[in-house]
């Protein structure tokens, strides 16, 4: 093989590489793209963001009704068909109980309460714009249905988009537990008795 014909090859070949490289990058820049990071999930492991809200009832929520108990917030909108599935779960799951969760409806108020009306479940609920886009804001919140648990420690334990009620439900329940627990066994919130209605 003659030396014109060896270096036509050789640079060839190293062509080929630097194109499959420069594909390679392209593709995967456009991944990137396709699928940004998740800020929200940069959040878990650290403490939660403190927060001051008030439900529909005029009842406070804050960071610190969390404190000692996991809980968490669920985000939901009345626009969204996965959060219609995952409240028909919890309104049957939770089958009277409380558990520490506060639903946010990205939404306006009259949707929300459309939402909620033939689901019945004794959690706060907050529907106020700016309380609604300072916990969004707060909370990295994307989209809907999302939910940001927490441990008993104040730190964020999850952040991600449930698939179903049961789903949330177990992520909610403490890791340490070594026996199953039902929805009763679930912290339940403090301040309203299991006998007065959320209206």
């Given amino acids: 093989m003659s ?3 060896m270096i036509s090859l050789l640079t060839l070949w190293i062509l080929v590489g630097a194109q499959a490289l420069l594909m390679m990058g392209v593709t995967r820049s456009l991944d990137r793209l396709r699928h940004p990071p998740d800020p929200g999930r940069a959040m878990i492991g650290r403490r939660a963001p403190e927060f001051a809200v008030t439900a529909t009832g005029g009842e406070p929520v804050g960071a610190t009704d969390f404190a000692g108990h996991p809980g968490g ?4 909108s009345p626009t969204c068909s996965s959060c219609h599935k995952i409240l028909d779960g919890l309104s049957a799951a939770l ?24 689901r019945p479940m004794r959690v706060p609920v907050v529907t106020d714009p700016d309380a609604v886009a300072s916990l ?7 989209g809907t249905p999302r939910a940001v648990l927490f441990g008993p420690d104040g730190r964020i334990t999850d952040h ?3 698939g179903d009620a049961a789903q ?8 340490s537990t070594t026996t199953p627990q039902t ?9 309203i008795p299991l006998g007065e ?3």
């Fill in 3 to 5: 030396a014109p014909l």
């Fill in 73 to 76: 917030l669920l985000f939901v």
């Fill in 95 to 118: 089958n009277g109980h409380r558990p520490r969760l506060v639903l946010v409806c990205r939404g306006d108020g009259d949707a929300c309460a459309r939402l909620l009306e033939h």
């Fill in 136 to 142: 969004t804001e707060r909370f990295r919140i994307r």
């Fill in 160 to 162: 991600w988009y449930p």
């Fill in 168 to 175: 949330l439900l177990a992520r909610m329940t403490p890791a």
């Fill in 183 to 191: 929805s009763a066994d679930i912290g339940r919130w403090p301040r």
């Fill in 197 to 199: 209605e959320r209206r």
